[in-house]
């Protein structure tokens, strides 16, 4: 062999051929694998086990997160409960692994019901008369001057309390900063001359939006709708605790964090955990998105 030459062996590149003959080897692994940032990939583990504990709960506790029991009440974090128990003797881990599921449904949902308005609406205002646009945009504008929880807080006074009722509010309090960016998207792609020939050509407007318009400007809006599942989930808890959520017993963070903090005291663990698994989540899907938007940019960490 000639010094220089690069070998491929089980998916990995060796370089250099004398010096592969004589036992010095350089290897290095592929580019996507010498990219990889090690906070990325914990992030995409700790999502990848939440899709798992949401899906199949029982693969990784066998408990019930209902089950009380008075003897077991406030027991510290041990090896027969290893994140403790709490003002019942319920076991935190297992109320925290069931309660995955309806954290991440109450992120989800907002998120679509927040897709779904916010793109019906700027699809209307950027195709539509200037009378309308302008109109559905100075709502939007007093929307955005509301904090999104303070807005799904006074949806809430009007429409009730409640899981489902707090999952619309958070999503309609989204739909501003949705409606906004496909607004602006669909008034840069409106005019340009792919579309204009296709109307020239006699298509109907609405096959157009849907072959044209519609999936070249609504990348940026999922894009930003993937990072914002992480602070739809981190609203839902905070409705939860403020009593406007799911309501105790449920095994949902927010409200465990809610019944958690009258024993802070002398029981830390009870909120220690859930204000973890919040915080982990936001964090760890967060950052997916953020480096999913980095990567459409072309500017990828």
């Known amino acids: 062999m000639q010094t220089g030459t690069t070998l491929q062996l089980e998916g990995r590149e060796f370089v250099g051929g004398a010096d592969f003959a004589a036992g010095k080897v350089r290897w290095r692994f592929p580019a996507a694998l010498r990219t990889l940032r090690p906070g990325l990939l914990l992030a995409g583990l700790f999502v990848s086990f939440l899709i798992v504990a949401a899906l199949w709960p029982s693969l990784l506790v066998s408990g019930d997160p209902l089950a009380a029991s008075a003897r077991d009440a406030f027991r510290a974090p041990s090896a027969a409960h290893w994140l403790g128990t709490?003002?019942?003797?319920?076991?935190?881990?297992?109320?925290?692994?069931?309660?995955?599921?309806?954290?991440?449904?109450?992120?989800?949902?907002?998120?679509?019901?927040?897709?779904?308005?916010?793109?019906?609406?700027?699809?209307?205002?950027?195709?539509?008369?200037?009378?309308?646009?302008?109109?559905?945009?100075?709502?939007?504008?007093?929307?955005?001057?509301?904090?999104?929880?303070?807005?799904?807080?006074?949806?809430?006074?009007?429409?009730?309390?409640?899981?489902?009722?707090?999952?619309?509010?958070?999503?309609?309090?989204?739909?501003?900063?949705?409606?906004?960016?496909?607004?602006?998207?669909?008034?840069?792609?409106?005019?340009?001359?792919?579309?204009?020939?296709?109307?020239?050509?006699?298509?109907?407007?609405?096959?157009?939006?849907?072959?044209?318009?519609?999936?070249?400007?609504?990348?940026?809006?999922?894009?930003?709708a993937a990072i914002g599942v992480g602070g739809k989930i981190a609203a839902g808890a905070a409705l939860s605790f403020l009593g406007f959520g799911a309501p105790p017993p449920s095994p949902e963070w927010g409200a465990m964090l809610s019944v958690g903090r009258n024993f802070i005291s002398n029981a830390w663990w009870i909120v220690t955990a859930p204000a973890l698994a919040i915080t982990l989540t936001v964090i760890s899907i967060t950052a997916l998105g953020r480096q999913l938007l980095l990567r459409s940019e072309g500017k990828a960490e």
Do not use: C
Not at 137 to 151: N, T
Not at 155 to 178: C, D, E, H, K, L
Not at 196 to 211: D, H, K, V, Y
């Open 86 to 224: 709490d003002e019942n003797g319920r076991d935190i881990l297992t109320r925290l692994i069931y309660g995955v599921r309806p954290s991440l449904l109450m992120g989800i949902a907002a998120t679509v019901i927040g897709l779904m308005l916010g793109v019906a609406i700027g699809l209307l205002a950027g195709l539509g008369h200037r009378l309308v646009d302008s109109t559905l945009m100075r709502g939007i504008d007093v929307l955005l001057a509301f904090p999104d929880l303070l807005l799904a807080l006074v949806i809430i006074t009007f429409w009730g309390q409640g899981m489902f009722n707090a999952v619309v509010a958070i999503g309609i309090a989204s739909v501003p900063r949705y409606a906004r960016l496909i607004r602006a998207q669909t008034h840069a792609i409106r005019h340009a001359q792919y579309v204009e020939a296709a109307t020239t050509l006699g298509l109907r407007p609405i096959t157009l939006i849907f072959r044209h318009i519609l999936p070249n400007s609504i990348k940026p809006v999922l894009i930003l």
